[in-house]
Nanobody, 125 residues
Framework: QVQLVESGGGLVQAGGSLRLSCTTSGGTFSSHAMGWFRQAPGKEREFVIAITWSGQRYYSASQKGRFGIYRDNAKNTVYLQMNSLLPEDTAVYYC???????????????????WGQGTQVTVSS
């Protein structure tokens, strides 16, 4: 069983930056594909960014190069670096792990088998 705990959310002004962390326990983190999703009020959860076990990254069009994803296998942690934040980035951000899957990245919700509880990010205008 893999458990994920996100942290680092909060309130930030437009144009600011935040770094979210997701620390996992259980399983073998270094072999997991990891991803970040977000869900704004009244909207469906959407893909943001992903990273394979080897560090290959895949970005969604919505963040247009403003976000980055990094992993530290020694700390069992994946990070979401968010820069130039916009009010429309306001959402609950979820970390997800695709454990025991093929070594590639994943962008669909049902491709991930473990989820964190989410952390709120609010961007004020």
């Amino acid at each position: 069983q893999v458990q994920l705990v996100e942290s680092g959310g909060g309130l930030v002004q437009a144009g600011g930056s935040l770094r979210l962390s997701c620390t996992t326990s259980g399983g073998t983190f270094s072999s997991h594909a990891m991803g970040w999703f977000r869900q704004a009020p009244g909207k469906e959860r959407e893909f943001v960014i992903a990273i394979t076990w080897s560090g290959q990254r895949y970005y969604s069009a919505s963040q247009k190069g403003r976000f980055g994803i990094y992993r530290d296998n020694a700390k069992n942690t994946v990070y979401l670096q968010m820069n130039s934040l916009l009010p429309e980035d306001t959402a609950v951000y979820y970390c997800a792990a695709a454990a025991g899957r093929a070594p590639t990245y994943y962008t669909r919700l049902n491709e991930y088998n473990y989820w964190g509880q989410g952390t709120q990010v609010t961007v004020s205008s």
